[in-house]
């Protein structure tokens, strides 16, 4: 039976104010994770493991689960759910976690600006506004940081997604495909700047591009199945951004592929570049 993945709420709302971003790092350990829709399991008795200040991605074929692990760990699931979420600190992981979903999720009638700015509204506190241009200029939206967002680009809706994300300044990141919809430029820009602005946090970013996680994640799991396991962490070696055209890389990228499922003549064109 085909798995589907209902539509993500807001991120806000499991996210009261109770730790600055800025706080001591941790690692999130999660074991014996289980999600179900119906009596279908989506993945169980999945293990993973977040380390602080790094940046794990995450692959995989569409449907397989990966939004929905990223709203598991969030505590948005909408299914059955059982497993143990354990913060190294000994602390909760609910009300530590920024989520930035798939869709953009902007209100339609606030500006750019003021979807920015729009958790620290909800939780009734005064926002920093210097700090939300600061951001809005970073990826690129100054000039149309009044605009709402039907007069916005699809790849200009994910940045001030993305802004919003950074925003809340959360110890942890949880990203669902942040990317997708920019231009190859742009989609470079970002990943840099996001791997700047979250450095020392633990972030899960989900993708579907195997170069994307390569360029910048400190780990790579791919999953896949039904019901859905994780692969063996890829590590990638030398220093984020790093050179997708470098042989090491593209050698993984081979790897992903295969792990993914990749065609023989998908395959012979990645390796022929390595």
Known sequence: MRKTEPVPKPATSPNPPVMPGNATPFDIHLHGGRVAFNGDDIFHDLD???????????????????????????????????????????????????????????LPWRSVR????????????????????????????????????????????????????????RPVVLMDEPFSALDPLNRMRLQDLAARVLRGKAVLLVTHDPLEALRIGDRVHVLRGTPAVLSDAILPAGS???????????????????????????????????
């Open 48 to 106: 993973l493991t977040l380390p602080a200040s790094s940046i794990t991605c995450l692959l995989g074929p569409s449907g397989v689960g990966k939004s929905t692990l990223l709203r598991y760990l969030a505590g948005l699931v909408d299914g059955e759910a059982g497993g143990d979420i354990a913060c190294s600190d000994g602390r909760p992981l609910l009300g530590r976690v920024a989520y930035m979903a798939q869709q953009d999720l902007l």
């Open 114 to 169: 003021e979807n920015v700015v729009l958790g620290a509204v909800l939780r009734n506190e005064r926002p920093d506004l210097a700090r939300a241009d600061a951001l809005i200029a970073k990826v690129g939206l100054s000039d149309a940081a009044h605009l709402r967002p039907a007069e916005l680009s699809g790849g200009m809706k994910q940045r001030a997604a993305l802004a919003r994300t950074l925003m809340e300044d």
């Open 240 to 274: 984020i951004p790093r050179d997708v055209t470098d042989p090491e890389i593209l050698r993984h990228q081979a790897e992903l592929l295969r792990q993914l499922g990749a065609t023989a003549e998908e395959l012979n064109r990645a390796e022929g570049t390595a």
